[in-house]
Every structure is written in structure tokens, then in C-alpha cells.
């Protein structure tokens, strides 16, 4: 397999800012190969072939993903999952975690996977355009777009800045708004359907003390989800959220901290805590959500659309 490189891919001239894919900007260093994959059916619905069946033919449509949030945690479980499914990811991320994208796509190519980088803020509604137009302009579509990007304060509601609510909205709530616009324009213009799936989390279905703004976060995306479900269904698009519970990632380290320093309890204390309400009796793991992704991504969820999909091991029963 030849190596073939992205290389300077932007916005159309009449949209701001740029997002680039790996080759030349602030990613770079991956490779590319065809996705092996089959022409989706008429409801747009992915179909992936196994990889054995795979082809270079140029009329083969080539079935994509995009993962946001994809350096750790979650969406690194999503796309080594989805990769492992048949589709091409675009994994994507703050230019800071470049090395961590890096390691990923590395990693996903080792596996026998295809793969790409890229660099992007998904509050920033022209660099999520930029990232989705040259996704689609390089791979011939998008078919799956995965919002996982997101960022959780812990503080009570009388102790919060305005600044630090303002900014949980803009990461897990406008920026699930930026991905899922740019995809489902793509999608409609690809004229094949696609899947829209995003992260919410238990805290959209119950809050918590500390969670003020997490909570009210998810719960937004959840309601903004639902809307876009009944908005997008004549397109042969769906759209549908998975709620985690709690999961092993730096996210669940950063709240801990945040508990454990305010009460003076001993690290790890948090998580501890939270696992004696969970059914199954351990704390969960990036796979468990990916498991969950891979089946909204399939063929096997086309009838499914505006649900949020709780992930959680038993913690909440509702």
C-alpha cells in the first residue's frame, strides 16, 4: 500500500480559519489507505465490508468517521473500534494533543486500520466546517460523525465563574451544535444519509451536587438531539447520544481531584464511592462506550434515532 498524504486541506475561501488533516499542518505524519468498505444502502445506512474484501477501485465509495476528542480516553476507544469496524477516521482533537493523535492514528494503521489526524477546537464553528468539508472532499463523504469532545468543571453553583459555565456550554453543547451541523450538511449533500452521535452522559438523565454545569451541559445535548433526530429523518440521517457513567479517563481523575481536595477525602475516594451504586459492580471502561458507538454507527441501528443510550453498569435505573 502506497503512502498517500493529506496535505493542506481548508474551509472553502468564503469560510474563516483553517483545519488542516495530517501533511503539512499542524498534524502531520500519517498515512492513508482505503477504507474497505461497500456503497451504502438507499436509507444511508454504513455498510462496511471486512477488510479482506477491500478495494482500491476508484468508484467504491470509501466509509468514513470523524471522532472528536479522539487523543484520550472515550474517543480513543471510539476510533480504534470504529477503524476496527471498516471505516476510514479522521481523528480529531486540540493541536496540543498532536503526539497523542499521532500515537493513535500509528496505532490504528499497526492494527490494519486506516487513518488520519487532525487538529481542530470544535467551539469554533469555521474550523469544524473546515475539518468536515475536507474530510468529505478527500474521502468521497462522510457517513458517521461521533461529537465526543468534551470538558467537565466541578464546582458548586454558588463558587462558579460565569466563565467557567459559559465555557462547559461551548465545549459540550455548541460544540456538539458546530459537529453536528457541518456533518449533516455534508451528509445531505453526499445524498447517502449518515449517522449523527454524540456524548451525553448520565448527567443528562440526573444531576449532581457539583455538577451544576456539566449537567446542564449534557442535558442540552440531549434535548438538542432529539430535535435534530425529527429534523434530519427524511434525509435518511439519524442521530442519537450515549450517556456513560462513570469511566475510567482523566475526566473522571479531574472530578475526583476536585472532590477529594474540597472535602479533604483520600484520592480515588470518588470513584470508589460511586462504584458501590453501580450494578455490575466495576467501574467502567473507554470499550464499554466504544461497544455501544460501534452498534449506533451499524447497520444493525437503522431504526434507531433520537435516543440517548445509557451506558453505565446499573447506576441509574430510569
Keep these: 500500500m502506497g503512502e498517500v498524504k493529506i496535505t493542506a486541506i481548508t474551509e472553502p475561501p468564503e469560510v474563516g480559519g483553517t483545519a488542516t488533516l495530517a501533511g503539512g499542518g499542524p498534524v502531520s505524519g500519517a498515512e492513508d489507505a482505503r477504507a474497505a468498505a461497500s ?18 477501485t ?3 465509495i470509501q466509509h468514513s468517521a470523524i471522532i472528536t476528542g479522539a487523543a484520550s480516553g472515550i474517543g480513543r476507544a471510539v476510533a480504534i473500534r470504529l477503524a476496527a469496524d471498516g471505516f476510514v477516521v479522521t481523528v480529531a482533537d486540540l493541536p496540543s494533543h498532536r503526539t497523542d493523535l499521532e500515537h493513535l492514528v500509528d496505532h490504528i494503521i499497526e492494527a490494519g486500520g486506516k487513518a488520519y489526524p487532525a487538529a481542530v477546537d470544535v467551539t469554533d464553528a469555521h474550523l469544524v466546517t473546515a475539518l468536515v468539508d475536507g474530510h468529505a472532499k478527500v474521502l468521497g463523504g462522510l457517513d458517521v460523525m461521533v461529537a465526543n469532545a468534551g470538558i467537565a468543571i466541578t464546582a458548586p453553583m454558588l463558587e462558579m465563574a460565569p466563565e467557567q459555565f459559559e465555557r462547559t456550554l461551548q465545549v459540550n453543547t455548541v460544540g456538539v451544535f458546530n459537529c453536528y451541523q457541518a456533518a ?35 442535558f442540552a445535548v440531549r434535548g438538542f438531539n ?25 475526566m473522571t481523575d479531574g472530578i475526583d481531584e476536585a472532590f477529594t481536595a474540597r ?15 453501580i450494578a455490575l459492580g466495576r467501574l467502567e471502561e473507554p470499550e464499554d462506550v466504544a461497544g455501544v458507538v460501534s452498534f449506533l454507527a451499524s447497520a444493525d441501528a437503522a ?11 446499573g447506576m441509574y435505573l430510569g
Excluded: F
Aim: proline share 7%; hydrophobic share 35%; aromatic share 2%.
Design 58 to 60: 476508484a468508484e467504491r
Design 303 to 313: 431504526y434507531v434515532t433520537g435516543q440517548s443510550i445509557i451506558v453505565d453498569g
Design 263 to 277: 472535602r479533604g477525602t483520600e484520592p480515588g475516594s470518588k470513584p470508589t464511592a460511586l462504584r458501590n451504586d
Design 226 to 250: 432529539q430535535a435534530v433526530a425529527l429534523e434530519l429523518a427524511e434525509h435518511g440521517i439519524t442521530a442519537n447520544v450515549y450517556s456513560p457513567g462513570v469511566v475510567r479517563t482523566s
Design 184 to 218: 449533516a450538511r455534508a451528509m445531505i449533500a453526499g445524498g447517502r444519509g449518515g449517522r449523527l452521535i454524540a456524548a451525553a452522559s448520565v448527567s443528562a438523565h440526573r444531576s449532581g451536587a457539583g455538577q451544576g454545569a456539566y449537567s446542564a451541559s449534557k
Design 39 to 56: 456503497v451504502a444502502p438507499a436509507d444511508g445506512v454504513p455498510a462496511p465490508r471486512p477488510r479482506a474484501e477491500a478495494t482500491d
